[in-house]
Structure formats: C-alpha cells, structure tokens
C-alpha cells in the first residue's frame, strides 16, 4: 500500500492547475494535508489583491490530498469558503486540512489558510464522497 505522501505526490503530478497554482506539499499524513503557494501578478484581481479563487483552490487542493490519503479516492461534493483578510502579491498562503469526520461514504475536513505571518485569510469547509476506487500506480 502506498504511503499518504506518495498518494498526494502522485495526485499533485497529475496536477496541471495545482502546478500552475504552484503548490507545494509540505506535509502529508492519512486525513491531513498542509500545502502552500506564493502569490504571483496573474493571480490578482482588479482591486490589486489576490483573487479570491486563489484561496479557495489552494484550499479544494488540499482537501483534494487530505482526503484520498487512505488510498481510496474521494471527491468532493460540497464545498464553502469565508474570506476573512486580503491576500497580497507576494503572499505565502499556507492551507491546513484537518479531517473532522470520516464515515463510510463521507468525510468532512476543515481548512485553514494562513498568509506568511499566521494571519488567517480563509475558511474553508469541504466534504467528500468516498468512493470504493483504490489508488492504484
């Protein structure tokens, strides 16, 4: 069986919008992820700051990777998202996932998404389906 690491490695190398995003994992174990990004010019909106969707997608992706840790394959079915502070150029975004309940067929995870100062800029709420599907390569 494959270890979470190599889970999560695997699903980032599949990855072209988290590569593009340019996440890295950072720390990975069964129902946790930690992931960050630096915030680049493409990635603000019209008010110079980051776009919204940026948070929100550093958080989907390490839901993304939290929740498949087990080896079998999970995806989300619902999501939400608060933004508590702006994000800046040049920010480094850190988004923790942290599970907060697994079923059979659910599990649901929070996320937090820190800038470099350990401010909170984000909350994110996801839960996933758990699917019967191993992780197989």
Same mark, same amino acid.
């Given at each position: 069986?494959?270890?979470?690491?190599?889970?999560?490695?695997?699903?980032?190398?599949?990855?072209?919008?988290?590569?593009?995003?340019?996440?890295?994992?950072?720390?990975?174990?069964?129902?946790?992820?930690?992931?960050?990004?630096? +915030?680049?010019?493409?990635? !603000? #909106?019209?008010?110079? &700051? $980051?776009?919204?969707?940026?948070? @929100?997608?550093?958080?989907?992706? /390490?839901?993304?990777?939290?929740?498949?840790?087990?080896?079998?394959?999970?995806?989300?079915?619902?999501?939400?998202?608060?933004? +508590?502070?702006?994000?800046? !150029? #040049?920010?480094?975004? &850190? $988004?923790?996932?942290?599970?907060? @309940?697994?079923?059979?067929?659910? /599990?649901?995870?929070?996320?937090?998404?820190?800038?470099?100062?350990?401010?909170?800029?984000?909350?994110?709420?996801?839960?996933?389906?758990?699917?019967?599907?191993?992780?197989?390569?």
């Amino acid at each position: 069986m494959k270890t979470p690491f190599e889970i999560a490695s695997h699903m980032l190398s599949q990855d072209a919008f988290s590569h593009w995003l340019g996440i890295d994992l950072s720390e990975v174990r069964s129902g946790y992820c930690k992931a960050q990004l630096v +915030v680049r010019p493409e990635m !603000l #909106n019209g008010f110079h &700051i $980051a776009h919204g969707g940026i948070a @929100y997608s550093l958080a989907d992706s /390490a839901l993304a990777f939290a929740s498949n840790t087990y080896g079998i394959q999970c995806v989300s079915i619902e999501t939400s998202i608060s933004h +508590v502070l702006k994000v800046e !150029l #040049n920010d480094v975004l &850190i $988004a923790e996932a942290v599970e907060v @309940y697994r079923g059979k067929k659910t /599990a649901i995870y929070e996320v937090r998404v820190q800038n470099q100062h350990n401010d909170l800029v984000a909350l994110f709420k996801g839960t996933v389906f758990i699917t019967q599907k191993e992780w197989e390569f």
